[in-house]
Nanobody, 126 residues
Framework: QVQLVESGGGLVQAGGSLRLSCVAS????????MGWFRQAPGKEREFVAG????????DYTDSVKGRFTISRDNAKSTVYLQMNSLKPEDTAVYYC???????????????????WGQGTQVTVSS
């Protein structure tokens, strides 16, 4: 089992940047593929970005490609989401998630992840 704690959210103007962090504790961090999801008010939770346990493979939802970058530091048991050129439509609660490492490709659905953080609010003003 793993516990996940996100940080780094906040209020930023459109065009600005934020870096989210998610620290994992418990079972070995390399046992897990990691993902970021987000949920805006009145909308379903959606996949944002994911990374394989070894960092070799990443994937993104189309709306953030070229603006967001997911990375991980296995020595620090931390996954990051660098968000640049933020838009008001990026406003949401962002969740970190951990899933089994045996998938060879990045999982893009919630069902591919077993553990979730509490979320961190990102608000982008226009």
């Amino acid at each position: 089992q793993v516990q996940l704690v996100e940080s780094g959210g906040g209020l930023v103007q459109a065009g600005g940047s934020l870096r989210l962090s998610c620290v994992a504790s418990g079972r070995s961090f390399t046992s897990y593929a990691m993902g970021w999801f987000r949920q805006a008010p009145g909308k379903e939770r959606e996949f944002v970005a994911g990374i394989r346990w070894d960092g070799v493979s990443t994937d993104y939802t189309d709306s953030v490609k070229g603006r967001f970058t997911i990375s991980r530091d296995n020595a620090k048991s931390t996954v990051y989401l660098q968000m640049n050129s933020l838009k008001p439509e990026d406003t949401a609660v962002y969740y970190c998630a951990a899933g089994p490492r045996y998938y060879t490709t990045v999982r893009k659905t919630s069902s591919g992840y077993d553990y979730w953080g509490q979320g961190t609010q990102v608000t982008v003003s226009s």
